[in-house]
Structure formats: structure tokens, C-alpha cells
């Protein structure tokens, strides 16, 4: 099917994207790297959008340190997510979630904040967000807003986003001597949206659990969380799947998917030490 769009405007700036956006009222949609947004024009399942392209504001583009937090520009390629030697050192789990992401020629053009912004439970960004306690920054008409992963997924394809707004970075604690960052994911081919997936942090002894592909959005896994706390890897598998709430489809069955994240979940203690 042909895209059906209602115009296309390039944003040079950050303000003048939210100028294009309060002009378009309600109809604007930012364009970053395309990956979701033109597949979805597409398939005809958004349409009649007026297309903002962001991708050329540099302002959104990199990471830097700023204090103890290491922030990362929206428009931060996936590519450059797996490369950045920052990105490595302080906050490995995104650099190694992001080879995971689709295939080379979308991490090429892929960002991290059109990621975080599409909130497709089964993308490995929002998890691992959640699971480095991490914060989204957002700007928009009356300045800027610092919204908590964990409370920025809503649902399926659901953010505190509001439309006049933009994603401009993600804000992530730099990790700690020791910290421990693992990501692990079933899926049935290399490079396709995972069956079910976990991404961990472990800090100061604590352990923080993000899941993807096993609900309608990125969960937060307390129960299991505080079983691997105490060293409990069958109490945190048990809790693990109560934690989760996968659907069935076409993919896979949920009672599948539940059995997958404790197969996971048990690898990656291994991978920790864990037990
Ligand atoms: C074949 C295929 C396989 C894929 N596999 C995976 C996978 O395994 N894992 C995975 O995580 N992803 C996967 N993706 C999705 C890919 O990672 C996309 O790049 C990503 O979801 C969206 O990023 P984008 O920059 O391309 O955003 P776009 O497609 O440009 O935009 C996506 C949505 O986010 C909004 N948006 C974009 N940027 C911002 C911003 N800064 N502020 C506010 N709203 C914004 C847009 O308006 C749009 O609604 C796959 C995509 C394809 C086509």
C-alpha cells in the first residue's frame, strides 16, 4: 500500500519542532529514523500524519556525561548505541542490547529515542530503561520534563508522552565499579522482535529486572527481583512468572513465553554468579 501523508516538514531545531507540532494540532508525527514510523504509514495503520523530520537536529545526537548520569540524545543511532566507547563503559547494557536490535541496515538509521518513544513491548530499549532505572527526558511547550522509565510505559505502544512533546534523551545512572549489566533474549531468528527477553542490572547488590516481549509494555520483575536478591534462583523463576503477563499469538503461546524468561532468567544468573 502507498503512504498516505498529509505533508513533510523538516525541523531544524528542537523549538522549531515543537512549533511544527503545536501548528499541526495533534496531526504532527515526528520523523527520526523511519524504521517503525514508515512501515506503519505503509501498512496503512497511522495516515493523514504531518510528517516532522527531526533526524537533522545534531543538538539530539550523541552521548555526554553530566554529573552522574550519562545522557544520550533521542536521535542516537542503534549503530552508534553499539559503538560509542561512553555508551560501553557507562552504560554497557544498552551497548550490548543494541546488536540485538533488528538487522544492520536498521541500526544504521534506528534511534534510541524513536524507540523508546514507539514503545513496542518487545523492543529491548524500554526493558533495559527500566531495568537501569533510567530517566526520559522530555521537552516540550512549557520547558522540559523528567519522567522515570519505569513510569513511562503505559501500555501497548502507550508512553507519558504528551503529543506537543518531544523525546530529546535518556538520562542513565553511570555504572558503579562491579555493576553487572546481561541481556538475554529468545528469538527465533537473529535480528527478529524477541519471543520473550531480560535485561539486568545488578548495583550495589540489588538486582533490577526488566522484561520485554512478555507483556503490553516493559515490566519491572519486583517478585523475581528480590528472590535473586537473596540468592534465590528457583524462588526468583517461580516469582518470575507471576511478575510477567504474556499474551498468546502467532508467535508464540504465553505459557510458552512464561517458560522461556525462566530458562533466561536462569541463564543469566549463571551469567552473575547467582546461586
Ligand atoms: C524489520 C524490522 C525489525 C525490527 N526489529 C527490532 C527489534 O528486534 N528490536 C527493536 O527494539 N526494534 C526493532 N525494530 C524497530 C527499530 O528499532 C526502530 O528503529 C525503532 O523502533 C524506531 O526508531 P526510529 O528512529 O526508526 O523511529 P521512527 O520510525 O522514525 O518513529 C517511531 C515512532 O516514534 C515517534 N518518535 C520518533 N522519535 C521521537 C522522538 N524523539 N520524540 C517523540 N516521538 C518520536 C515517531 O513519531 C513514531 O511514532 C525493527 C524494525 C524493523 C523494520
Same mark, same amino acid.
Given at each position: 500500500?502507498?503512504?498516505?501523508?498529509?505533508?513533510?516538514?523538516?525541523?531544524?531545531?528542537?523549538?522549531?519542532?515543537?512549533?511544527?507540532?503545536?501548528?499541526?494540532?495533534?496531526?504532527?508525527?515526528?520523523?527520526?529514523?523511519?524504521?517503525?514510523?514508515?512501515?506503519?504509514?505503509?501498512?496503512?495503520?497511522?495516515?493523514?500524519?504531518?510528517?516532522?523530520?527531526?533526524?537533522?537536529? @545534531?543538538?539530539?545526537?550523541? *552521548? +555526554?556525561? #553530566?554529573?552522574?548520569? !550519562?545522557?544520550?540524545? &533521542?536521535?542516537?543511532?542503534? %549503530? =552508534?548505541?553499539?559503538?560509542?566507547?561512553?555508551?560501553?563503559?557507562?552504560?554497557?547494557?544498552?551497548?550490548?542490547?543494541?546488536?540485538?536490535?533488528?538487522?544492520?541496515?536498521?541500526?544504521?538509521?534506528?534511534?534510541?529515542?524513536?524507540?523508546?518513544?514507539?514503545?513496542?513491548?518487545?523492543?529491548?530499549?524500554?526493558?533495559?530503561?527500566?531495568?537501569?532505572?533510567?530517566?526520559?527526558?522530555?521537552?516540550?511547550?512549557?520547558?522540559?520534563?523528567?519522567?522515570?522509565?519505569?513510569?513511562?510505559?503505559? @501500555?501497548?505502544?502507550?508512553? *507519558? +508522552?504528551? #503529543?506537543?512533546?518531544? !523525546?530529546?534523551?535518556? &538520562?542513565?545512572?553511570?555504572? %558503579? =565499579?562491579?555493576?553487572?549489566?546481561?541481556?538475554?533474549?529468545?528469538?527465533?531468528?537473529?535480528?527478529?522482535?524477541?519471543?520473550?527477553?531480560?535485561?539486568?542490572?545488578?548495583?550495589?547488590?540489588?538486582?533490577?529486572?526488566?522484561?520485554?516481549?512478555?507483556?503490553?509494555?516493559?515490566?519491572?520483575?519486583?517478585?523475581?527481583?528480590?528472590?535473586?536478591?537473596?540468592?534465590?534462583?528457583?524462588?526468583?523463576?517461580?516469582?518470575?512468572?507471576?511478575?510477567?503477563?504474556?499474551?498468546?499469538?502467532?508467535?508464540?503461546?504465553?505459557?510458552?513465553? +512464561?517458560?522461556?524468561?525462566?530458562? !533466561?532468567?536462569?541463564?543469566?544468573?549463571?551469567?552473575?554468579?547467582?546461586?
Amino acid at each position: 500500500m502507498k503512504a498516505s501523508i498529509g505533508g513533510y516538514t523538516r525541523a531544524e531545531t528542537v523549538s522549531h519542532a515543537l512549533s511544527l507540532l503545536a501548528e499541526a494540532n495533534g496531526a504532527g508525527r515526528l520523523l527520526a529514523g523511519g524504521q517503525s514510523l514508515i512501515a506503519a504509514l505503509n501498512l496503512g495503520t497511522t495516515s493523514g500524519d504531518m510528517l516532522i523530520d527531526i533526524a537533522g537536529i @545534531g543538538a539530539l545526537r550523541g *552521548a +555526554r556525561i #553530566d554529573g552522574n548520569r !550519562l545522557i544520550i540524545g &533521542a536521535l542516537t543511532r542503534h %549503530a =552508534d548505541i553499539a559503538s560509542d566507547p561512553l555508551i560501553a563503559e557507562h552504560a554497557p547494557l544498552l551497548a550490548k542490547a543494541a546488536p540485538l536490535v533488528a538487522h544492520d541496515a536498521i541500526r544504521n538509521r534506528g534511534t534510541i529515542g524513536g524507540s523508546l518513544a514507539y514503545a513496542d513491548p518487545a523492543a529491548e530499549y524500554p526493558a533495559c530503561a527500566i531495568a537501569l532505572d533510567a530517566t526520559i527526558i522530555l521537552e516540550g511547550p512549557n520547558g522540559t520534563r523528567q519522567v522515570a522509565a519505569q513510569d513511562f510505559f503505559l @501500555g501497548l505502544f502507550e508512553t *507519558a +508522552r504528551a #503529543d506537543d512533546e518531544i !523525546l530529546a534523551a535518556i &538520562a542513565v545512572p553511570m555504572a %558503579a =565499579d562491579g555493576e553487572r549489566h546481561v541481556i538475554r533474549e529468545a528469538a527465533r531468528r537473529s535480528g527478529d522482535y524477541a519471543l520473550a527477553g531480560l535485561a539486568v542490572v545488578r548495583r550495589d547488590g540489588r538486582h533490577r529486572i526488566g522484561a520485554f516481549a512478555l507483556g503490553d509494555r516493559p515490566l519491572l520483575c519486583e517478585g523475581a527481583m528480590a528472590a535473586l536478591d537473596g540468592g534465590d534462583i528457583d524462588g526468583a523463576v517461580a516469582a518470575l512468572a507471576t511478575d510477567v503477563d504474556p499474551t498468546s499469538d502467532t508467535q508464540a503461546s504465553a505459557a510458552y513465553r +512464561r517458560h522461556l524468561a525462566g530458562v !533466561l532468567l536462569r541463564r543469566i544468573a549463571i551469567d552473575l554468579g547467582v546461586g
